[in-house]
């Protein structure tokens, strides 16, 4: 029993647990960039007015959407790195952690894609008309009429994709060779089954995931637009 | 059916046409055109020519293709045969050609379609900095001109929400007018409007059409066709049945289809 409730590994080991989020919190904010960019250029493909682009979005968010995200890190990790040897960098740390954090940010645009897609079916087709209307091609009316109005209306449950990146990027940790989070690797693995390491991780990703809830939330009912 | 007075005289443009091509020739022709939806033939067999500076009402009854015409002359329906030009051109099929050919066109909907994340001024001014390219200062100075124009220069800052429906139609109005178009297609402009709305986007309309701009109307309102048409177009079961002037129209329709359908819309 004593050692179910003896917090002294984690105090003994904060150094270590502090950087272990610290590589959560930079895998966070690089995933999160690059997953709304494809994911956003996703959208657009899939209301595209070229079939192909069409084709080609819908591909890519049922092939990704479906794929479980270890398997992704594994085909990252092992397929494109050790057998394709494709190299993003020399140092084989750092190439390690683009594969990670591309192949999280390819799991999570298709996500991001049909939140998005459906925050443009919530855009009155008028809004399109109208700016179709004024001259603007179909790539200005997405940019600048469309998609501002869309991304409103989805920012509630983007945020929910978004805190679940978050704690995806643990299976990111382990099951890719991140080293500055192998620490956090060794710790799940050494430490895990005690409860006062599970608690301290625990409440370190609500630290993280929680203040981002709110501020999605506060975020989403002050950029509603009124119609 | 060509009248051919009303062309030269008014052309003088103050509508603010550009003069790559001048003067001469109408501003619009359909030529037998053709469109269905599903099984429906709305448009059948179209064949209509607008002069500059000519006000062109088109009435008729609910379905009749009134829209779908009034639609189809900046593409925002395709047809499926026969040929609409705009000042000489053919109207592109798709792209960046379509694109500019819309930025001459105006459009004014029965839903006003404002920009509803952005303000008013931010509405009139987003085609003239995006697609005519001009500064943000000349622009929005463009843009106060027009909102003065149409009344509501003091509504510049707030968004299409927080305005009453004439207003949005007057700043949908001064949106079109932004890009300077060569013709204005208005889709019953005044149809989703209060009763006492309406008055103050007919004004705005009528004195744009006695400032000599190329109009294209769909609408019920007979006592601005009275006042503001040169022509009448009498459209029902995609055909356009009459055309003429308005004061021949309303006291002297030729068709039954049209005597029916103002005795409908004049008795009560």
């Not at chain 1, 085909?75 to 050790?82: E, I, M, R, V, Y």
């Not at chain 2, 007075?5 to 030529?31: F, H, N, R, T, Y």
């Not at chain 2, 066709?225 to 002037?245: C, H, L, N, P, Y």
Request: glycine share 8%; hydrophobic share 45%; with cysteine.
């Amino acid at each position: 029993m004593d050692v179910l409730f003896d917090f002294t590994p984690v105090f003994d080991n904060m150094g270590d647990i502090l950087q272990a989020f610290w590589a959560v919190i930079r895998l966070t904010v690089t995933t999160g960039i690059l997953s709304l960019i494809l994911g956003t250029i996703l959208a657009g493909m899939r209301v595209a007015p070229v079939r192909i682009f069409r084709g080609a979005g819908t591909l890519y968010v049922n092939v990704f959407r479906n794929t479980p995200l270890t398997l992704i890190l594994a085909f990252c990790a092992l397929g494109l790195s050790d057998t394709l040897h494709i190299s993003l960098s020399t140092q084989s740390t750092v190439n390690f952690y683009w594969l990670a954090v591309f192949g999280l940010a390819a799991y999570t645009a298709a996500f991001i894609c049909e939140a998005l897609r459906s925050g443009i079916n919530t855009v009155p087709l008028g809004q399109a008309e109208a700016a179709r209307a004024v001259g603007l091609t179909f790539f200005q009316s997405l940019r600048l009429v469309i998609l501002p109005q869309a991304f409103r209306s989805v920012i509630a449950p983007l945020g929910s994709i978004f805190i679940a990146m978050t704690k995806n990027t643990t299976v990111v940790i382990v099951a890719s060779y991140v080293e500055s989070a192998y620490i956090m690797r060794q710790l799940f693995e050494e430490e895990g089954a005690t409860i006062p390491m599970f608690l301290a991780f625990a409440i370190g990703f609500m630290i993280i995931t929680l203040p981002m809830g709110f501020f999605f939330g506060w975020l989403a009912k002050r950029l509603a637009v009124s119609r | 059916m060509t009248d051919s007075g009303v062309g030269p005289e008014l052309s003088k443009d103050d509508s603010g046409a550009q003069d790559d091509i001048p003067g001469g020739g109408p501003l619009v022709v359909l030529e037998n055109v053709n469109k269905h939806f599903g099984e429906l033939h709305v448009l059948q067999n179209i064949n209509l020519t607008i002069h500059r500076g000519e006000v062109v009402v088109v009435i008729g009854p609910s379905g009749g293709g009134k829209s779908t015409l009034c639609r189809s002359i900046n593409r925002l329906e395709p047809i499926d045969d026969g040929t609409i030009m705009v000042d000489g051109k053919k109207l592109p099929e798709e792209g960046k050609d379509l694109a500019r050919l819309r930025a001459d066109v105006g459009m004014v909907f029965q839903s006003f379609n404002l920009f509803a994340h952005k303000t008013i001024l931010e509405n009139v001014t987003l085609g003239p900095i995006k697609v005519r390219k001009l500064g943000k200062q000349e622009a929005e100075k463009n843009a106060m001109e027009l909102l003065e124009r149409v009344g509501i220069a003091n509504q510049a800052q707030k968004y299409p929400a927080q305005l009453s429906g004439g207003q949005q139609q007057r700043a949908a109005i001064a949106r079109a007018l932004a890009m300077k178009p060569k013709v204005m297609l208005f889709d019953e402009p005044t149809s989703a409007l209060d009763p006492e709305m309406v008055k103050e986007v007919l004004d705005v309309m009528t004195s744009l059409a006695h400032d000599g701009m190329t109009m294209i109307v769909v609408t019920h309102e007979m006592g601005f066709a009275r006042r503001a048409a040169q022509k009448v177009v009498f459209m029902a079961d995609g055909q356009i049945v009459e055309e003429s002037t308005p004061d021949e129209f309303f006291t002297n329709a030729r068709t039954e289809r049209a005597k029916d359908f103002l005795s409908k819309i004049l008795t009560h």
